[in-house]
């Protein structure tokens, strides 16, 4: 079991940036972040693998979130910039021991942070 506690969310101006972390208690080859905006399902944002060599993101985001992971401290990043209203959302940090195909869905994955909260105002 592995638990994941994700912080950094806030609530920022459109343009602005954010940084969420997230901290795992242990190692998997394959951690990414989704979101989940009221009345809408569970997307993926980005996720990252084999140790940091290879990155997805969602097109919506693409260009202005960058993920990132730290294996020594076992933290995974979103650095989110030039963010948008349509970016609010409850944002998930999740963790898998197998990375595959299609890795924005949902059921794809073992482990699921309780998640931070970005606003981001018009």
């Known amino acids: 079991q592995v638990r994941l506690v994700e912080s950094g969310g806030d609530s920022v101006q459109t343009g602005g940036s954010l940084r969420l972390s997230c901290r795992a208690s242990?190692?998997?080859?394959?951690v990414g972040w989704f979101r989940q905006a009221p009345r809408k399902e569970r997307e993926g944002v980005a996720r990252i693998y084999d140790g940091g060599g290879v990155t997805d993101y969602a097109d919506s985001v693409n260009g202005r979130f960058t993920i990132s992971r730290d294996n020594t401290k076992n933290t995974l990043f979103l650095q989110m910039n030039s963010l948008r209203p349509e970016d609010t959302a409850m944002y998930y940090c999740?963790?898998?021991?197998?990375?595959?195909?299609?890795?924005?869905?949902?059921?794809?994955?073992?482990?699921w942070g309780q998640g931070t909260q970005v606003n981001v105002t018009a």
């Open positions: 999740t963790a898998s021991y197998r990375c595959g195909g299609a890795w924005h869905i949902p059921e794809r994955y073992d482990f």
């Open positions: 242990g190692y998997t080859s394959c």
